[in-house]
C-alpha cells in the first residue's frame, strides 16, 4: 500500500480491504466516544463522520435545546484538531470570522506596516453556532473559506488549515431573530442535518446523566493525518455505471422546467437541485458505504443519503407550502416513484 498527501494506491485488494477496515473501526470508536456525552443521535452522529471523510461541511438544524452544539463541541475532543467555536450575533461583523488587518509600527525605526491578525475561521473544525442569527452580509464570510479553503483580506489569499470543515447550527426560520441562508451558502453544505427530539428512553438517560456529576472523559482517535488519509481512501472506491445513473436521474427529476423534471417536482417545487447534488450523493454515498465495510458502493447507499443532500437544494413551491408539504416529502415521494419503477 503506497501512500502521500495527495494519492492512496492499493496494491491488492486486500490492501483496500484493510484501509477501509481501519477507517471504520476508527470510525465506530469515535461513535463511541461520542456516545458518552450525547445520547442517541446516532445518524446524526454518521452524517458529521461523513462530512468529515468527505472533506465537507454541515448544518445542523433543530429547535433550541436539542444539544447540537454540545454534540459539535464532543466531536471534537474525539479528533486532534485545532477547534474554534464562532457564536453568530446580528452584530457579528465579516472581519471577526475571517480576520482583520491592523497597522503595526515597528519599535527600532518607527516604520508602519499592515499585519493581518487571524479569525478563527483559521482552524481545522469551525464551529459556526447559529449561522442564521447574524445577517446575509455576515454569513457570506464563509463562502471562499467553505469553497476555496481560503480566504482573501487585503488582496492576499491565505489558505486554512488541512482539513478544514465548517460544522454550523441553525436554529429554525419561523423563530424571532433569524435570517434565512443565501442559497448559494446552503449548496455549499454537504448535508443540512434534521436533529429531531429524543425518544422517551433517550429523554429519561439525558435527564439521569443531568442530574450526575462530573463529565465523561474523551480520549482523541483520529488526527489531522489519519483524516487527511481516510479522505483519500474514499476516494478510491468505485462507482459503478448504474449507481450514477440512478444518482443522475434522481436529481434530474427535482428539477420542474426541465425534460427530465418528475411531475413530482412539477407540482410541488420552484426549482431543483443542481450538478453540486448530484456529485454530492455519489460522494457521500462512498462514504456510507465505507462506514458499513464495503469496497463498492449500491443504490441503497444513494437512497440512504438522498434526504439529507437534496432537502436544502430544492424550494417548495406555495402550494407545497400551504398543503404543508415539506421538502422531505418531495425527496420521499421522489425515491419511492423511482424505485418503484
Known amino acids: 500500500m503506497k501512500t502521500n498527501e495527495q494519492e492512496y494506491d492499493f496494491d491488492s485488494a486486500a490492501d483496500e480491504v484493510e484501509a477501509i477496515r481501519m477507517v471504520n473501526a476508527s470510525c465506530e470508536a469515535i461513535r463511541g466516544e461520542v456516545s458518552k456525552v450525547i445520547v442517541g443521535q446516532e445518524e446524526v452522529v454518521e452524517q458529521i463522520l461523513i462530512s468529515i471523510i468527505t472533506k465537507s461541511h454541515s448544518l445542523l438544524v433543530g429547535v433550541p435545546g436539542l444539544a447540537k452544539t454540545l454534540l459539535v463541541s464532543t466531536l471534537s475532543k474525539t479528533l486532534q484538531l485545532d477547534f474554534k467555536r464562532v457564536q453568530f450575533t446580528p452584530d ?72 478544514f470543515f465548517v460544522l454550523a ?58 483524516i487527511r488519509q481516510a479522505q483519500q481512501i474514499v ?17 434530474r427529476s427535482t428539477r420542474p422546467g426541465e425534460p427530465d423534471g418528475s411531475e413530482i417536482a412539477k ?12 456529485l454530492s450523493l455519489v460522494t457521500a454515498a462512498r462514504a456510507h458505504a465505507m462506514l458499513r465495510g464495503r469496497t463498492y458502493v449500491d443504490q441503497a447507499d444513494v437512497v440512504a443519503v438522498a434526504p439529507a443532500i437534496l432537502r436544502h437544494r430544492i424550494a417548495a ?11 422531505d416529502d418531495v425527496v420521499s415521494e421522489l425515491l419511492d416513484h423511482l424505485l418503484a419503477r
Open 92 to 163: 457579528l461583523m465579516p472581519s471577526d470570522i475571517t480576520g482583520t488587518e491592523v497597522i503595526s509600527q515597528d519599535p527600532a525605526t518607527g516604520e508602519k506596516t499592515f499585519r493581518f491578525i487571524p479569525g478563527p475561521i483559521f482552524a481545522n473544525i469551525v464551529l459556526a453556532d447559529e449561522i442564521n442569527r447574524t445577517p446575509p452580509k455576515t454569513q457570506a464570510a464563509l463562502l471562499e473559506a467553505m469553497q476555496e479553503a481560503s480566504v482573501t483580506c487585503g488582496g492576499e489569499t491565505r489558505a486554512l488549515p488541512n482539513p
Open 169 to 226: 447550527t441553525q436554529n429554525p426560520l419561523d423563530q424571532e431573530g433569524t435570517y434565512a441562508l443565501p442559497e448559494a451558502q446552503l449548496d455549499r453544505f454537504l448535508f443540512l442535518i434534521s436533529v429531531g427530539y429524543p425518544t422517551p428512553a433517550d429523554e429519561v438517560e439525558i435527564m439521569r446523566r443531568g442530574l450526575g456529576s462530573g463529565g465523561a472523559e474523551l480520549r482523541p482517535v483520529l488526527d489531522a493525518h489519519s
Open 235 to 251: 476516494k478510491q472506491i468505485p462507482v459503478a455505471d448504474h449507481v450514477l445513473d440512478f444518482a443522475s436521474l434522481l436529481v
Open 267 to 278: 407540482r410541488w417545487l420552484t426549482f431543483g437541485a443542481g450538478p453540486r447534488a448530484s
Open 317 to 327: 413551491n406555495f402550494s407545497a407550502q400551504g398543503e404543508r408539504v415539506t421538502t
